[in-house]
């Protein structure tokens, strides 16, 4: 069974820098960092497989840095130059190497960022 657990949320300035972090357990083939602003539907911001093949949406390449640390079963999500439009529920998801879609998923984390 597939238990993830993420931390690092909070508030921020436009411009500052956050670290997420998502400890994990069991078997992943795939991991990374969705988001979900208010009204808005969830979206893909960065993954990572057990292959170290990263993959980012367009809106945060060059800002945000997802990385893992596999002796703490962890992943990070480092976000620099934050904006306002980055305000979100920040979750993390994983699959098994068996599904094609993300079916285990942390309980979210609060990121704002005032302007």
């Known amino acids: 069974q597939v238990q993830l657990v993420e931390s690092g949320g909070g508030l921020v300035q436009a411009g500052g820098s956050l670290r997420l972090s998502c400890a994990s357990s069991g078997s992943i083939f795939s991991i990374g960092w969705y988001r979900q602003a208010p009204g808005k539907q969830r979206e893909l911001v960065a993954t990572?497989?057990?292959?170290?093949?990263?993959n980012y949406a367009d809106s945060v390449k060059g800002r945000f840095t997802i990385s893992r640390d596999n002796a703490k079963n962890t992943i990070y999500l480092q976000m620099n130059s934050l904006n306002p439009e980055d305000t979100a529920v920040y979750y993390c998801a994983a699959r098994s190497v068996y599904e094609s879609s993300y079916s285990y998923w942390g309980q979210g984390t609060q990121v704002t960022v005032s302007s």
């Open positions: 990572i497989t057990s292959g170290g093949t990263i």
